[in-house]
């Protein structure tokens, strides 16, 4: 599976964003999806999650009410919504795809990665 992650960019504290992720080269309803996130300095850390069958979801509680994680099958796509954003969001985020994942929030459950886009949060 190859990932294209797109529409970081800088925003103000309290703006809005939405990534979009655009998966190709296997059967994209196959696979669990998800956005990671790294911040400098920090460690790779699990944002949302979205189940490959069910569309079961799950959310970091430091973004809980604010993003909303989505999936669009025949678009091969996946998005994260970010709303009321926050400084502490700025990092750069990462799709990843893990085939017929319910749920993992750790890096090695899933077997592909983005590219990672640049979220910048300003105050």
């Known amino acids: 599976v190859q990932l294209q992650a797109f529409g970081g960019g800088l925003v103000q504290a309290g703006g809005s964003l939405r990534l979009s992720c655009a998966a190709s080269?296997?059967?994209?309803?196959?696979?669990?999806m998800g956005w990671f996130r790294q911040a400098p300095g920090k460690e790779r850390e699990s944002v949302a999650t979205i189940s490959w069958i069910g569309g079961t979801t799950y959310y970091a509680d430091s973004v809980k009410g604010r993003f909303t994680i989505s999936r669009d099958n025949a678009k091969n796509t996946v998005y994260l919504q970010m709303s009321n954003l926050k400084p502490e969001d700025t990092a750069v985020y990462y799709c990843?795809?893990?085939?017929?994942?319910?749920?993992?929030?750790?890096?090695?459950?899933?077997?592909?990665w983005g590219q990672g886009t640049l979220v910048t949060v300003s105050s």
């Open positions: 080269g296997r059967t994209f309803s196959n696979y669990g």
């Open positions: 990843v795809a893990g085939l017929r994942v319910v749920r993992s929030t750790v890096p090695n459950g899933y077997d592909y």
